[in-house]
């Protein structure tokens, strides 16, 4: 079977190639199609793979290539984790952002809309070759922001695009360990948009454990999320959100952290990779080892300006491990093989959640088998989250509209109706931020 990834220069490729390395069942991935625009990026992640892959004679052949047809032509799945723009290009996101007092992050707020009308247009690109070069490939996108990203996709690949992220699976994870039942063993009632869910319910034989967590202060400051939005605001919701509501929740909080921290989250990871695939120049430099030395940090200081806000404190050990690899490998197990499964996953909705229309893209947990992945009907959100769901989808929709129709018009409507923007004045000032520093959005007029 073969396993295109689109981003392959990416750092967080070798995660995913480690997955695939721990896969020996008939069926498993045998060739690894690694495509980016940039050589050199390729280059240096080949070499951290053949270093995992030292000694193994059954591990995935890996080839390189930076022509985007070659690399689809012939895929089983197709990966996407691409990034337009770059990490300097998240960097001016979340500066231009913050100049205007607003949130920048990636794939929040306005940082989150400008990331994606520079992406849906190239992701669109895409899907269309995918039709044409691959049309039995099933994609699984990771490419933030994810949820709009697979929404622009499905419309030309229907129900063979699938969007993935490991944040709903690492909160299930924690949730469950805190109440003493295996992850495997729990049913986890996720229900949302990508980066805007709430797990609502978590069932252990037959029995919702998320009250008897709600109940206890003790349970509740002992995981991430809990020590992040803190007991009170968990009972008062009577349920546990996905990490970065917390955005939403403290924003103003969240903001004047990233302000007064020394280097936004993109420049950090910006700078750090830099010196990562600068190392990896040197023909002598220990691939693997340089590797994961840098994701450690990475990983470390993950959402740490809301840690800060929230005095969380320092990430636990068991949160360090990732996890996107790990659910993108379960979906092709599933489908590839027929492996029943359950996941969460980004879908289309066809009437899963009564307040969005069959086409809007939505996170929730899926029924997956070989003819892909089938949402699970699911209890209507309580009234403070729909209306969080469909402003934020409205805006979705927005960013796919200018996106297609170039329109900068329709631009500004997307920032100014956002939750996070809340002003038609300081949406025209991102618009206007944004196409300075951006080219790829040259083509919004």
Not at 143 to 155: C, D, H, I, K, Y
Not at 406 to 434: C, E, I, M, Q
Request: with cysteine; net charge negative.
């Amino acid at each position: 079977m073969r396993l295109t990834i689109l981003g392959g220069g990416g750092f967080r490729v070798p995660l995913v190639y480690g997955a695939l390395l721990g896969d020996r069942a008939e069926g498993r991935v045998t060739r690894v199609v690694l495509h980016d625009l940039d050589a050199g990026r390729l280059s240096a992640v080949a070499r951290v793979l053949a270093e995992q892959a030292a000694g193994d004679p059954d591990a995935p052949e890996v080839t390189v290539t930076t022509d985007l047809d070659e690399a689809l032509r012939g895929a089983d799945f197709v990966f996407s984790a691409i990034r337009v723009g770059g990490l300097e290009g998240r960097a001016a996101d979340e500066r231009v952002a913050l100049a205007q007092g607003v949130l920048g992050q990636e794939t929040v707020g306005a940082g989150g809309i400008a990331y994606g009308l520079r992406t849906v247009p190239v992701a669109v690109d895409i899907a269309r070759r995918v039709a044409r070069l691959a049309p039995d490939a099933w994609v699984i996108n990771f490419t933030n922001p994810a949820g709009l990203v697979t929404e622009a996709m499905s419309r030309h690949l229907g129900d063979r695009v699938i969007g993935i992220c490991d944040s709903p699976v690492g909160l299930g994870r924690r949730i469950a360990r805190v109440v003493g039942a295996h992850p495997g063993e729990a049913w986890i009632d996720y229900v949302g948009l990508n980066h805007l869910g709430w797990v609502r319910g978590l069932r252990v034989a037959g029995r919702d454990e998320l009250p008897r967590l709600l109940a206890d202060p003790d349970l509740l400051g002992s995981f991430e999320e809990g020590r992040l939005f803190g007991p009170q605001w968990l009972r008062s919701l009577g349920a546990v959100p996905n990490e970065y509501l917390h955005y939403y929740y403290f924003n103003r909080e969240t903001v004047r952290a990233y302000q007064r921290a020394e280097k936004t989250r993109g420049a950090f990871l910006r700078d750090q990779q830099a010196g990562f695939y600068e190392e990896m120049r040197r023909p002598d430099a220990a691939a693997l080892t340089a590797w994961d030395r840098t994701r450690a940090e990475r990983e470390a200081t993950y959402m740490a300006e809301n840690r800060d806000a929230a005095g969380a404190g320092e990430r636990e050990d068991d949160d360090l491990s990732g996890g996107y690899e790990k659910v993108a490998l379960a979906l092709m197990r599933a489908i590839a093989r027929d492996e029943r499964t359950t996941l969460i996953l980004n879908v289309r909705n066809r009437g899963t959640l009564g307040v969005l229309d069959a086409e809007a893209v939505i996170e929730v947990p899926c029924l997956v088998d070989a003819n892909g992945a089938h949402p699970v009907t699911v209890d209507p959100l309580p009234g403070h989250a729909t209306g969080l769901v469909c402003a934020v989808k409205a805006v979705e929709r927005e960013v796919l509209s200018a996106a297609e129709s170039g329109s900068r018009t329709t631009a500004v409507k997307a920032f100014a109706l956002h939750p996070l923007v809340d002003s038609v004045n300081v949406a025209h000032a991102l618009v206007d931020g944004y196409t300075a520093v951006h080219p790829g959005l040259a083509y919004l007029s």
